[in-house]
């Protein structure tokens, strides 16, 4: 890219003119115009104004010397004041010329143009005021950007042409994106029209603020002016519409109505108080009702019974103490029965320290999940129980790329390794849960909204896979019944918690009528094929995340709110009667609608990685990521689709990804699930697997397993093989003769399971 000459001149003049300045330091003279340029003329104009002590910060300080000094046009005597204004002028994209430090017509235009793309066009004199000068100086733009809304820069330029006199307001950047600074810029506007005065407004959404908008801020079909745009301006930090409007229509109605159910309000398309609190802080309205709560505190009967008539009925209690501390948070010997009892279902959360950056990592997240595996069991929570695994700082976006990530890939990897007996959820600030929710593999998230200040949490949405919000600390009950809770918002259908503890997988006649029922359901919903509705549903249950929507497609979210809606029970999973296993129903349904979406072919494709080729993949994983000394087919032949071992493709696993091939291979052809279910011969599924997929050849299997293992060319299998196998320090390039030799195990479990069924299958003929 070639080298920005104006910008390198403005560079080369301010580190020529302040080079021998105390406080100043030269900066690289490379046509960039970031920040480090606007620094650089920062403390330029600090020294012009004689202040002694430089800093990169514009603020009151220089703020206050730049008004006592007054607006900077052409009667500016100090020349190197408006070489300053012009050289920021260029950095910004506007030509002001050369840097004359003459205020001339071209300097008097550049500035114009910056104020006319600010909204500030009825602010031209000529000159740049102090304010102005301020936002010249900054990183700010005021084009709109490439990814930015056309609508909230109109909202950004309608801000500052109506607040820029308040005391407290500054020229906001009008780039079209929205930022932190923006939702405070907001906030202000929110006091002002709130009837706050300078000195009372701080951009906090306090009592005041939250007084004033109960007074003056509800608004409806029919309402205008600035309220209004006030309220559809900040609904652009949520996945609504972005527009921006006077006029309170129906298509703004809509808008509301669509953030309502998605932060689980009452729908009635206004900006009531609930609303707007739910969009200028992540507690919303803290007086909201919550159905569920965490505490620290045993859940005793007494307590029980206080938390039910308070209205909670999801609890989140802690599986473990942290080592070395007096804090007794965990649950304890009898307490999941007492909340069984007393109707109260449960959220598991596993946390130890979890507060700085410096805990986060894949080993520190694989340990995690193998202990709160090994702690939930012993409690007798239920297979498919999601445990949330917490964040609990104000993580930056450095720290989730560079840790975060990491150690939740460690606690997926972690669970595998378990046998994928529970799914995991994150806790943590709205930004944390978003990008784990986009870039690992967590089924659900509790959010920590009730730290309102947290960088996270602030101009971020709640995330699409939000289960529960926590939003305030109170203490309910007295005497023995007394306990403190943190309150949480419990969105509906999600995560419902744990009502029962060691329950029975169910019988599978029972499972092959609930699976009737749900075609029943899909074919009354009448949108799509009845088959791929069903499918879905089932892959809702723990494998629906942003993965396995890559491998297979998405979801009908409304088919699964139909069937809740309905109250029909989710099958979780379901007894094997032959191979003597409880089958995961979650993990077959996405199985099979990746295989029937996308049927297996010669080269193992997207279809095969869903099923039998991801858990063959972590299944590898675990074996470099414990026992790399054993040799490869040892290691397959003994813990590789057994019952007796868990691991990531055990045989639960395996029944789960067979039964998935020859579900879609007979779904292609039409009928239903439950129906071809039915009519399968459980006996031989191995064999006839074996036979279908691979020709009943060993070299074909061992080839299929390479390819899932190494020669992938489609780059999302690539990108998903390299999640799983993060925690690996020299993940395979290519095949040589270790990755050989496991893949040979893996054939030679799959001929011995289908030699077996063989035998059977004679047998029985014989007979």
Partial sequence: MPINTAVEAVQHWVNTTYAGVSGYAPIAEDGSPGQQTMFALTRALQHELGIPELSDNFGSGTLAKVTAHGPIGPNETNENLVKIVQGAATCKGYDPGDLTGVFDTATAGAVAALLTDAGLADRIDGTVAPKVCKAMLSVDAFRLAADGSPQLRAAQQWLNSRYLNRSAFFVLACDGRRSRVLLTALTFAVQYEGGLTDAQANGNFGPLTQAGVKAKGLIKAGSSGPWVRLFSAVLTHYPAAR??????????????????????????????????????????????????????????????????????????????????????????????ATMAANG????????????????????????????????????????????????????????????????????????????????HGVYGARNVCSRLAAEAFPRWSFVSGITSGWTGNVAYPLP????????????????????????????????????????????????????????????????GAPAERVLEYLRAGRYDNWQNRRLAGGTDAGFIAYVDATGLARVRTYRDPVAGVDVDVSRFGSATLALLRAP????????????????????????????????????????????EIPAALDLAGLVAAVDAYHAATALAAGGTLGGHLRATDR??????????????????????AQSILVDTGDNILKAARALLLRGLADPPTSVDEQLRQFCRGFADRLATLAETEQLQLKRREVS
């Fill in 243 to 336: 527009r921006f409007t006077a006029d309170f229509d129906e298509a703004l109605a809509a808008d509301a109505r669509a953030l309502q159910t998605f932060c689980h309000l009452t729908e009635n398309g206004e900006g009531d108080f609930p609303t707007w609190a739910s969009l200028l802080i992540s507690t919303g309205d803290q007086a909201r009702p919550g159905t569920a709560a965490d505490t620290i505190d045993e859940v005793t009967a007494a307590r029980a019974q206080t938390l039910r008539a308070a209205g909670y009925r999801t609890i989140g209690r802690y599986l473990t103490n942290v080592e070395g501390t007096s804090l007794d948070k965990k649950i304890k010997p009898g307490e999941l």
């Fill in 344 to 423: 109260l279902s449960l959220f598991p959360i596993y946390q130890t320290f979890a507060d700085s950056a410096s805990y986060f990592s894949w080993n520190q997240g694989y340990t995690d999940a193998l202990t709160a595996h090994d702690v939930a069991l012993g409690h007798g929570i239920d297979a498919g129980a999601v445990i949330y695994f917490a964040v609990d700082y104000d993580a930056t976006d450095t720290d989730v790329t560079q840790r975060v990530i990491p150690h939740f890939l460690g606690v997926e990897a972690g669970l595998r390794q378990r046998g994928g007996r529970y799914s």
């Fill in 464 to 527: 699409g896979n939000w289960a529960y919000d926590q939003i305030s600390t109170i203490r309910i009950g007295s005497g023995s019944g007394g306990l403190e809770i943190d309150k949480c918002v419990q969105r509906t259908g999600t995560d419902a918690g744990e009502p029962a503890f060691g329950s029975a997988a169910t019988p599978l006649a029972d499972y092959l009528d609930w699976l009737d029922r749900l075609h029943d359901l899909a074919v009354a919903y009448d949108r």
């Fill in 600 to 643: 297996a072919q010669a080269v193992p494709g997207r279809g095969d990685f869903a099923g039998w080729g991801g858990d063959l993949v972590a299944f590898y994983g675990g074996w470099r990521f414990t026992e790399p000394a054993t040799p490869a087919r040892d290691y397959c032949a003994a813990k590789l689709a057994t019952s």
């Fill in 683 to 704: 006996g031989t599924r191995y064999l006839r697997f074996y036979r279908g997929r691979f020709g009943s050849d060993p070299n074909a299997a061992t080839t299929a």
